[in-house]
């Protein structure tokens, strides 16, 4: 009697195991069809990238994009909302058109910075002057004069246009060598004559601007073929622009031959007062721990020198389709599923520091944050963040998704936690267990990653594809894991620079009133 209770209890077990494990293959099988047979990236990133463009805080694009998630979420039957958080400088973006005028007429490649002071209508023509090599700061107030109705060259010209990936396949071992020893040489002597000026990169623009220059112009080469960064300005009154590589070498030289070139600049802009800041959030809610959260993270700001295609468009794309799919394939998951667009990440992770600042009780029921913030490409690493336990978890749940997507996938457990970099920081910080879907590089840093080049067309659609299914089969299986992750955390290595014991990052306040200085 005893042997058959148990004989059916054990069949019991079996067969409702059997059961879960079917439903569970088929909610995967489900995630998968649904993101290679009716996949809605390409849309998504033409309508973000296309329509909408770059999303610098405070812009009305930033906005717009704010609205055109919540409607698209609210599309799917997913309940969204678009929380502020904060107030910044609003601005926005006009015309940027650059010419050379004189000795010859060429229209040049550039842009003004973010946040630039706009040109007049018609803008403004005038010489351009480059810095003098001073010995001390004196020097540089005696020259300063100079300056006055003058466009002033801040950064140094570079010797080679050239990526050095290109020297290395090209050039005689001798001439790479020398090429870059004579460019290390002038990097340091630039560097020490800046620093003979007594000024730095944010100060050297405004002490010129109030010397009466009308317009900065600077070249940030991002050392791979016609691609720069572009950050903000740090003038009040007069323009600054970036101009490519190219346009600038060429520019100084004619300056330093004694050529006098002259540009005609308009970069029209408009300030906007003080604006609201805003998370984009939507929630499938749980049905039955509804109070506790997977969270799918990925900031929605972006730089906009190009369009933010890869930082964060992709990352913003992963998310927005791991939930229209888990909508589809998983409508009542166990725990709720949370995703967070962060805004003003680039300032600082201001976005999510806010976020989870003012949402205490969702931390503390974090069952897992997934983040992707480093480009287009297939997730290639994944750490364990410093949770000690983390192996148990994020390992069962990468075991259930395919192995054509895993195989590639390095993990490294428990890991340590990170200090900034993307929004999982934020909640690493407060403890809860978060993890960054790390992407191979499709040579971000150079070439996209806060460049005049991160556009739509450098988007890697199957990877994206590849990491949206990674992103709703991790989720479904954080819901349904059977307990509460574990948080506790390992104890840190001892700091190879300080041979001190490191310490884990405590959460840190959002900046809520941005760019009024
Ligand atoms: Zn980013």
Redesign the pocket.
């Known amino acids: 009697m005893i042997k058959k209770t148990s004989l059916l209890f054990t069949l019991f077990l079996v067969s409702s195991f059997a059961l879960w494990a079917q439903d569970k293959d088929a909610v995967i099988e489900t995630i998968i069809q649904e993101a290679t047979e009716n996949s809605q990236l390409e849309t998504l990133g033409h309508q973000l990238m296309d329509g909408i463009g770059p999303r610098l805080v405070g812009t009305p694009q930033m906005k717009n994009a704010h609205d055109w998630a919540f409607t698209k979420y609210e599309s799917w039957g997913i309940p969204a909302r678009n929380e502020q958080w904060g107030e910044w400088k609003g601005w926005e973006r006009g015309i940027s058109h650059i010419d050379m005028v004189h000795p010859r007429v060429q229209s040049l490649r550039g842009t003004q910075l973010a946040w630039s002071p706009s040109t007049p209508k018609k803008g403004v023509t005038a010489e351009l002057v480059v810095l003098p090599m001073v010995s001390d700061s004196l020097e540089f107030v005696n020259w300063l004069p100079n300056v006055k109705g003058k466009l002033v060259m801040i950064s140094m010209p570079q010797p080679t246009g050239r990526p050095d990936y290109n020297w290395e396949e090209f050039a005689t071992e001798k001439s790479f060598e020398k090429m870059k020893k004579e460019r290390e040489e002038q990097t340091e002597a630039w560097r020490k004559n800046i620093g003979n000026t007594g000024l730095d990169r944010r100060t050297l623009p405004v002490a010129l601007e109030k010397a009466g220059a009308v317009g900065i112009v600077a070249s940030y080469w991002s050392r791979g073929f016609g691609v720069n960064k572009i950050f903000g300005a740090y003038t009040k009154e007069i323009p600054t622009v970036d101009l490519e590589l190219e346009d600038y070498g060429m520019l100084y030289r004619l300056v330093e031959s004694g050529q006098k070139p002259q540009l005609h600049i308009v970069a029209e802009s408009k300030e906007l007062g003080k604006v609201p800041t805003f998370n984009t959030i939507a929630e499938i809610k749980g049905s039955e721990k509804p109070e506790e959260y997977v969270i799918l993270s990925a900031?929605f700001d972006?730089w906009d020198g190009g369009t933010g295609a890869t930082?964060?468009g992709t990352?913003t794309l992963v998310m927005m389709e791991a939930m229209r799919i888990l909508k589809k394939a998983y409508p009542n998951p166990k725990r709720t599923i949370l995703v967070g667009h962060w805004g003003s990440?680039?300032q600082g992770l201001n976005g999510s520091r806010a976020f989870v600042e003012d949402n205490p009780e969702i931390v503390e029921g974090v069952q897992a944050v997934f983040n992707q913030?480093?480009g287009t490409g297939r997730v290639v690493r994944i750490s364990g963040g410093g949770f000690l336990d983390s192996y148990d978890y994020l390992g069962k749940w990468l075991h259930e998704v395919p192995r054509e997507i895993t195989d590639e996938i390095e993990t490294t457990f428990p890991g340590t936690p990170a200090r900034g970099g993307?929004d999982y920081a934020s909640f690493q910080a407060a403890g809860a267990p978060a993890f960054s879907l790390s992407s191979l590089s499709w040579s971000y840093w150079n070439y996209t990653?806060h460049t005049n080049r991160d556009t739509y067309d450098k988007i890697i659609f199957d990877d994206v594809r590849n990491n949206a299914i990674l992103t709703a089969i991790l989720a479904y299986m954080a819901s349904e894991h059977p307990e509460k992750t574990s948080r506790e955390k390992a104890v840190l290595p001892i700091s190879n620079r300080t041979g001190e014991q490191l310490e884990w990052p405590s959460p840190r306040s959002p900046e809520r009133n941005g760019g009024q200085n």
Request: zero cysteines.
């Open positions: 900031h972006s930082d964060n990352g990440e680039e913030d480093n993307s990653w």
